[in-house]
């Protein structure tokens, strides 16, 4: 069946630098895909939505200068997490959908700012 | 807007019983509905859906769900607990099968009870 691929699992990093999360569907174009943040014991906020070519759209209140999405082909889509603070350390899941696919999620991604 | 919004951010039920969790939702639209599972630290999984075909839908691990017009509501049952079925689900709503974003509710935590 179709698979969504979210890379890396798991990630530290310093206060101040910059991340980077990868997101691809691996048997399917994923024409639309949607980054979530899901804090600790929470739901998931639906942080942005990007299509393939075009500029992501933003929920409101989610910054889009600090979480950078590009989605610049029809399987994969990035998430960058600038100048990263503690506040910032959540875990990360994408979803893809297209071509009639139900949306399928990533395993998310672990993010933790020291 | 749409919404749903789940009744028990925890249940605990014991293993071999019968298995509720609820979900009512609220949309100016016929609704997609959705139910999802999640373990620790991984993404989602799909465990059915509702797309205005038939009213009671069968899903995977043995999960069920009826959609109820008259009372807005998605709940999933199982008619027999398992350990294995220990983990967080998920009640979505979309306008749109397939590509359009989806609004969780937040969560319930189901345990099961040796």
């Known amino acids: 069946g179709a698979v969504v691929s979210q890379h890396p699992s798991r990630v530290i990093c310093k206060s101040g630098t910059s991340v980077k999360i990868e997101c691809r569907s691996l048997?399917?174009?994923?024409?639309?895909m949607f980054w979530y943040r899901q804090f600790p014991k929470q739901s998931l906020m639906l942080m942005a939505t990007s299509n393939e070519g075009s500029k992501a759209t933003y929920e409101q209140g989610v910054e889009k200068d600090k979480f950078l999405i590009n989605h610049a082909s029809l399987t994969l889509s990035t998430l960058t997490v600038t100048s990263a603070h503690p506040e910032d350390s959540s875990f990360y899941i994408c979803?893809?959908?297209?071509?009639?696919?139900?949306?399928?999620f990533g395993n998310g991604t672990r993010l933790t700012v020291t | 807007a749409q919404s749903v919004t789940q009744l028990g951010s925890h249940v605990s039920v014991s293993e071999g019983a019968l298995v509720l969790l609820r979900c009512n939702y609220s949309s100016s639209v016929p609704p997609y509905l959705f139910w999802y599972v999640q373990y620790p630290n991984q993404g989602l999984q799909l465990l059915l859906k509702y797309t205005s075909a038939a009213t009671l839908v069968k899903g995977i691990n043995g999960f069920e769900a009826e959609f109820k017009k008259s009372e807005t509501s998605f709940h999933l049952t199982k008619p027999s607990a398992h350990m294995s079925d220990a983990a967080e689900y998920f009640c979505a709503v979309s306008d749109n099968f397939g590509n359009e974003k989806l609004t969780f509710g937040t969560g319930t935590r189901l345990t099961i009870i040796p």
């Open positions: 048997d399917f174009q994923a024409t639309t």
């Open positions: 979803s893809a959908g297209g071509q009639g696919e139900p949306l399928h």
